[in-house]
């Protein structure tokens, strides 16, 4: 963690009072690392135990969802300097011990992300949506819906970028992003631990897994033969 | 007797006369309310000489006048909603956008007299105890 390549941890929070203070508290003390809690408009005490924890916080005043969060760390994290950021849940699901895993590639260069994959804990459903996005864009990842990534600075820019602000998941769309820009992407396989309470934000209900698939599928064709496009804006 | 003509003036009349009242009470920002003069002044003609149409579905060999007006009319509404959709998309990003730069900001000067104050109105968090 040498001040060559500052490090962040990105967690977003959307009443995560009962996990989000021992995630906080675990980055801080297995690494020493600075933790940002991006609160999604919170209604329960999680700004509270997050600061107490030892977290910057950034309170949105609307609703963004999962991506709408994250994004806002990376800006953060881009007008503060860092060069790498970790994202990871605030439900506790994703084990802090393996950010050290999943900075290897980074360290190294033979990656600009690096994603936490957990291809065996999967149900079925997630796995026959995983398989059919694989195959929709020609992604060669396991685990596509992963919140657990290390950004470099490159990706960090990449997904501040407007062209990501309509974005609803840190998923296949912030996928193809970075792989129109030629970032290369490495999966890292990492254990995950059984959510400790909340739902996933994603597989939640029926409903709601049918307009993610369908949205999440139109977003996919629409960016067949897409070519890059200048470079972002930094705003 | 009210005549067809008479009608339709009527409605034309109605109709320019309220979206021009709009535009002058400055109800609709610059560019939409261009486009709904040009409606108002449509609907006027169209109103004050209603046989136009006629004219223009014999010239475009259109037998049923009135199917044209109102193919037309679906047209335009498609087109508006379209650009409402585009419009909105437009705005949706830049909320997001100004959002996410508030919550920076915020981050960076967090409101005096403690953190908590920086947390939601309490009309939004009934079950806050502390």
């Known amino acids: 963690m040498g001040n060559l390549n500052p490090t962040v941890v990105l967690i977003p929070a959307h009443n995560e009072e009962a996990t989000v203070g021992d995630v906080v508290a675990r980055v801080r003390r297995l690494w020493n690392l600075p933790v940002v809690v991006i609160d999604d408009c919170s209604t329960d005490r999680t700004v509270r135990i997050a600061r107490g924890a030892g977290a910057t916080v950034l309170p949105l005043t609307i609703q963004l969802g999962a991506w709408g969060a994250i994004q806002t760390g990376l800006r953060h994290a881009l007008r503060q300097g860092y060069r790498i950021a970790v994202t990871l849940d605030a439900d506790g699901q994703h084990d802090p011990e393996d950010i050290g895993t999943l900075l290897r590639p980074l360290a190294t260069a033979a990656a600009d992300v690096a994603i936490g994959a957990f291809p065996d804990r999967a149900s079925r459903a997630r796995r026959f949506a995983w398989s059919y996005f694989r195959g929709l864009t020609g992604l060669e990842l396991e685990d596509i819906t992963s919140g657990f990534r290390a950004y470099n600075r490159a990706a960090m820019i990449a997904l501040a970028s407007r062209e990501a602000s309509l974005l609803d998941y840190q998923d296949v769309g912030v996928l193809l992003i970075l792989r129109r820009k030629g970032l290369r992407i490495v999966e890292v396989p990492v254990a995950m631990r059984p959510r400790a309470a909340g739902a996933s934000r994603i597989f939640r209900s029926w409903w709601v897994v049918g307009k993610y698939m369908l949205q999440t599928s139109l977003l996919c064709i629409a960016r067949v033969g897409f070519n890059p496009l200048p470079p972002p804006a930094d705003d | ?130």
């Open chain 2, 1 to 130: 007797m009210i005549t067809y003509q008479l009608t339709s003036m009527a409605i034309g009349v109605l109709l320019a006369a309220a979206i021009l009242f709009l535009v002058r009470r400055d109800h609709l920002h610059g560019p939409y309310s261009l486009w709904w003069i040009g409606v108002a002044a449509t609907v006027a003609l169209l109103g004050f000489f209603p046989r136009l149409f006629d004219l223009l579905a014999s010239k475009l060999g259109i037998s049923y006048p009135p199917i044209l007006a109102i193919v037309l009319g679906f047209s335009m509404l498609l087109v508006k909603i379209l650009t409402m959709d585009l419009e909105r998309s437009r705005q949706e990003r830049l909320i997001r956008r100004l959002a996410q730069r508030l919550a920076m900001l915020e981050a960076q000067a967090p409101a005096p007299n403690g953190a908590d104050a920086t947390e939601h109105d309490p009309s939004h968090s009934p079950s806050t105890a502390e």
